[in-house]
């Protein structure tokens, strides 16, 4: 029976919660001598694919589908989910803290909504980075580590892609889908973990624009001048032929064209086009969101989750290019104006949509299979600038988790007095990289064969 437990365990098919010797040996006891004569002669894969229901259970991911909500910019964790009640004004600014639903938690008071909810979510308050630019430590904040050499250079593939990777066949829509106005750029250069890395644009996430009307944009799938359905009727005619001629055999067909089907299917089938289509959803649900771009991206990161999309990154915003332009709202990077656009936008703006999100996924039965992740790259300064706003910091910031597999109304470590740095062992980019990785179902085994985060270990109390 331990043999057994440890061949599931080395082929990457027994999640961490069932690789212990008690759970292995449950395991393994629901098995007969005929499912052991399967493993020797006809291999795992057989024995898999017999199993009954409740065995494939045990072996599942705890969540289906990761919902990263992506706070680009950094957020203040003062003035989000770790207040300061008693800290100097200059470093607890003019918010007030609420309590919320968790004893002895408190949030920011422009997030009524979300500290309503901590029953059936955990906060992290030691969370660290590395650097302080936003495109490096976006990267890695994605990514889980740092370039080659620490340069901004040869990411490791985001975690969405690692998942794209993994569950690249789970559904017909792509594996990894990035929901936002444009790239995750800033106005040095592009921020390079935000794909494949190292993998190459492959594994680079799936597009998607939306607006705060029920506007979705494919760009990748706008068609060029002059090609309509015909013509790529005439291609796809093309290709099949190309391959018969070949004698391609079937379940040899290249990812290439596999995603190249994946495309198609998204042109032409109004099936395939529905899931991305937010007029189908009541003004009511809608409206629960709020009728904002970030607000609507949410709810179409719900419509892609129960269409069995893997991985969906949640953008709250472009890059500011250009300081002038009034068309952005300058993400999170509140370097001025930070309390004004906090009280106008930020606030009420994402505690309505996340708040909304957890609920429409628990009223649907899907709170328990998705992970919902909300973070920035890193905080923001504790003392208040010159300029009225906070600055970037690496030491210290804050994160939310929900869904599948977290423990939910817990704290995870705590910053000291004035919200400089963890005074318990700091959360680092590699154990959130880890934890969403793991609850995802890719285990130590599968990481280490990829080459990604293969020393990495989850974030302590928080998983269940």
Not at 61 to 78: C, E
Not at 246 to 270: C, F, M, N, Y
Not at 279 to 289: K, L
Request: charged residues 25%.
């Amino acid at each position: 029976m331990r043999m057994l437990g440890q061949l599931l365990d080395v082929k990457g098919l027994m999640p961490q919660a069932v690789t212990s010797s008690s759970h292995a040996s449950e395991l393994a006891s629901r098995l007969d001598r005929r499912d052991l004569m399967r493993v020797s002669c006809a291999g795992l894969p057989a024995l898999l694919r017999q199993m009954s229901p409740a065995m494939a259970e045990d072996l599942a991911p705890r969540a289906k589908s990761i919902v990263l909500l992506w706070m680009w910019g950094g957020p203040s964790h003062l003035d989000t989910f770790d207040p300061k009640p008693d800290a100097p004004a200059e470093v607890r600014g003019p918010f007030a803290s609420i309590q919320t639903k968790t004893p002895g938690l408190r949030f920011s008071e422009l997030f009524p909504r979300l500290a309503a909810r901590t029953d059936r979510m955990s906060v992290v308050r030691s969370q660290i980075n590395y650097d302080t630019a936003h495109r490096i430590a976006g990267s890695i904040a994605l990514t889980g580590g740092r370039g080659r050499n620490n340069a901004d250079v040869d990411y490791q593939p985001n975690f969405g892609s690692v998942v794209h990777r993994v569950f690249q066949r789970r559904s017909e829509l792509p594996p990894f889908i990035a929901i936002g106005p444009g790239k995750l750029t800033t106005a040095i250069a592009d921020m390079q973990g935000f794909g494949g890395g190292i993998w190459g644009s492959a594994y680079d996430p799936f597009p998607v624009r939306c607006t705060e009307l029920d506007d979705v944009e494919l760009p990748t799938l706008e068609l060029l001048d002059g090609l309509g359905f015909d013509r790529l009727s005439d291609r796809r005619q093309l290709l099949r032929d190309l391959q018969l001629r070949q004698q391609v055999a079937p379940g040899r067909i290249s990812d290439w064209e596999h995603d190249v089907l994946r495309a198609w299917q998204l042109l032409t089938s109004k099936e395939g086009r529905r899931t991305f289509d937010l007029s189908q959803e009541d003004d009511v649900s809608r409206g629960n969101y709020g009728f904002t771009q970030f607000g609507q991206s949410c709810l179409l990161a719900r419509r892609l989750v129960e269409a069995e999309v893997p991985y969906i990154q949640v953008n709250w915003s472009k890059w500011v290019e250009n300081i002038y332009d009034t068309r952005t709202d300058f993400g999170w990077d509140t370097h001025w104006l930070n309390f004004e656009h906090m009280t106008d936008r930020h606030g009420p703006i994402f505690d309505r949509a996340a708040a909304a999100l957890i609920d429409d996924l628990e009223q649907r039965g899907l709170l328990d299979s998705t992970l919902v992740v909300a973070m920035g790259e890193f905080g923001r300064t504790p003392k208040i600038s010159a300029n009225g706003g906070r600055d970037h910091w690496s030491r210290c910031q804050s994160s939310l988790w929900a869904g599948g597999g977290i423990q939910p109304g817990r704290v995870v470590g705590a910053s000291d007095d004035l919200a400089y740095d963890p005074v318990t062992d700091p959360v680092t980019p590699e154990m959130v990289g880890t934890t969403i990785l793991e609850l995802a179902g890719i285990t130590t085994e599968q990481r280490a064969e990829l080459r990604v985060l293969p020393n990495g270990r989850p974030i302590d109390g928080l998983i269940q």
